[in-house]
């Protein structure tokens, strides 16, 4: 299993301003995912973050907005950027740890919820 | 594309009721199969799996049976108690062990049981 923490577990922000998600886990993996629930809607993968090279991001995301940094193989940080009401979401940092099978499992942060004024 | 589309909630049973959350999916090869949960004030949890057709996951009595044939993975579970109250997320991935992590996730169903 892996153990994953996340900070801050909510805040409250002014419209313009930015804020920054750190993801600690318990043991070394490869990739490193962050994902998005706004309010009343499904997860959406926001980038995929691996060690020593760029964030991948996903259709409709962007560096400039939500830029990711992966130090090390036990830690990440998500930054959303200049803020509006529109990105107040639950962002969840998730690790896949492969089992025996090689069938792999997802973990979750229990996630970071945001609220924008 | 790949999808999913989620029984839309609220959902509120009584203890004891038998319990049917439906899912279908889109893929364009052949996904792992999963069902998620999130308790009140927690995390995702992974509930069970399915990585091929027919395969049955099951985990605390909740069970899900992969159907190629009518691409569905519907959730079910014979007596649910106060306890299973939560959010049921059902997701689907074409990745496989290290690859896996790319998850295309439904709303939510949103359970209550009441005793």
């Known amino acids: 299993s892996a153990v994953i923490s996340q900070k801050p577990s909510r805040d409250i922000c002014q419209r313009g301003t930015s804020l920054t998600i750190q993801c600690q886990v318990d043991s070394q993996v490869t990739m490193m995912f962050w994902y998005r629930q706004q309010p009343g809607q499904s997860l959406t993968l926001i980038a995929t973050?691996?060690?020593?090279?760029?964030?991948?991001?996903e259709s409709g995301f962007v560096i400039d907005k939500f830029p990711i940094s992966r130090p090390n193989l036990t830690f990440s940080t998500l930054t959303v950027s200049n803020m509006s009401p529109e990105d107040s979401s639950i962002y969840l940092c998730?690790?896949?740890?492969?089992?025996?099978?090689?069938?792999?499992?997802?973990?979750f942060g229990e996630g970071s919820r945001l609220t924008v004024l | 594309g790949n999808s999913v589309t989620q029984m839309e909630g609220p959902v509120t049973l009584s203890e004891e009721a038998f319990l049917t959350i439906n899912c279908t999916y889109t893929?364009?090869?052949?996904?792992?199969l999963f069902w998620y949960v999130q308790y009140p004030g927690e995390g995702l949890q992974l509930l069970l799996k399915a990585t091929k057709a027919d395969d049955k996951g099951s985990n605390k009595g909740f069970e899900a049976t992969y159907r190629k044939e009518t691409t569905s993975f519907h959730l079910e579970k014979g007596s649910v108690q106060v306890s299973d109250s939560a959010v049921y997320f059902c997701?689907?991935?074409?990745?496989?062990?290290?690859?896996?992590?790319?998850?295309?996730f439904g709303r939510g169903t949103q359970l209550t049981v009441w005793p």
């Open positions: 997701a689907l991935s074409e990745g496989r062990g290290s690859t896996l992590g790319r998850l295309y």
């Open positions: 893929a364009t090869g052949y996904p792992s």
């Open positions: 998730s690790v896949v740890k492969a089992n025996p099978t090689n069938t792999g499992e997802l973990f």
């Open positions: 973050a691996n060690q020593g090279s760029e964030a991948t991001y």
